[in-house]
């Protein structure tokens, strides 16, 4: 069974320029969410999905970031412009919806490098 | 709001030896409590999960970890360390949310150097 995949691995882009992520998740699996770590800190909760549904978005930064999930299948993450506290490795995991205990399997994330 | 204290960020220890990471929590309710290990270059891998029942928790590697509720804590042990266990160990506390997901608080993470 395929595990979660992110794409790109790698992205270096300049300050105001758009970056798209991708992430697609294992197959199955209803939940989806994306987390973020910036250097030197701890990595935290962007946004989850229910299928095609934000459930929960409370962790996005602001509105330069647009996350979307077509037809409950793989998602994007948007950030458009971009800036230099953008940068960071963007985690994307999944569960199957279980009634609160799922176990979320993550992505090896995308390095997102603002210059 | 939940909360994960990682108190040491890094740990080095001589390959052989038995190891303990240190996590503490903060939540309101019984919480899902999960260790993950990120090694260069990879992703976060699950090593373990404590959701109910048995406090003493078998993981992935030949890792463990304790639920304490009195202590609010949830540490990792392994009695033997091998030098591929270098890496970013994280502990986290999930919080159950509308939809039937699980938001997880992360630690800082520590960073656990192997010497042979």
């Known amino acids: 069974e395929a595990g979660v995949t992110q794409f790109p691995s790698h992205s270096v882009i300049e300050k105001g320029q758009t970056v798209t992520l991708r992430c697609d998740p294992i197959s199955g699996h209803d939940n989806l969410y994306w987390y973020r770590r910036v250097m030197g800190k701890e990595i935290k909760f962007l946004l989850h999905f229910v299928k095609e549904s934000k459930q929960d978005e409370s962790g996005m930064p602001n509105n330069r970031f647009l996350a979307e999930r077509t037809g409950g299948t793989y998602s994007t993450l948007k950030v458009q412009p971009a800036e230099l506290e953008d940068s960071g490795v963007y985690f994307c995991?999944?569960?199957?919806?279980?009634?609160?205990?799922?176990?979320?399997?993550f992505g090896p994330g995308t390095r997102l490098t603002v210059l | 709001a939940q909360s994960v204290t990682q108190p040491d960020i890094h740990i080095t220890v001589s390959e052989g030896a038995s190891l303990e990471l240190r996590c503490n929590y903060s939540?309101?309710?019984?919480?899902?409590l999960f260790w993950y290990v990120q090694s260069p270059g990879q992703g976060l891998q699950l090593l373990l999960k404590y959701f109910s029942g048995d406090t003493l928790v078998q993981g992935i590697k030949g890792f463990e970890a304790e639920f304490k509720r009195s202590q609010s804590s949830f540490n990792l042990r392994k009695p033997s360390v091998h030098w591929s266990d270098a890496a970013e160990y994280f502990c986290?506390?999930?919080?159950?949310?509308?939809?039937?997901?699980?938001?997880?608080?992360f630690g800082t993470g520590t960073q656990l150097k192997v010497e042979l």
């Open positions: 986290a506390v999930g919080a159950q949310v509308t939809g039937g997901g699980n938001k997880l608080t």
């Open positions: 939540y309101g309710a019984t919480p899902y």
């Open positions: 995991a999944s569960s199957q919806v279980t009634g609160g205990a799922d176990t979320q399997y």
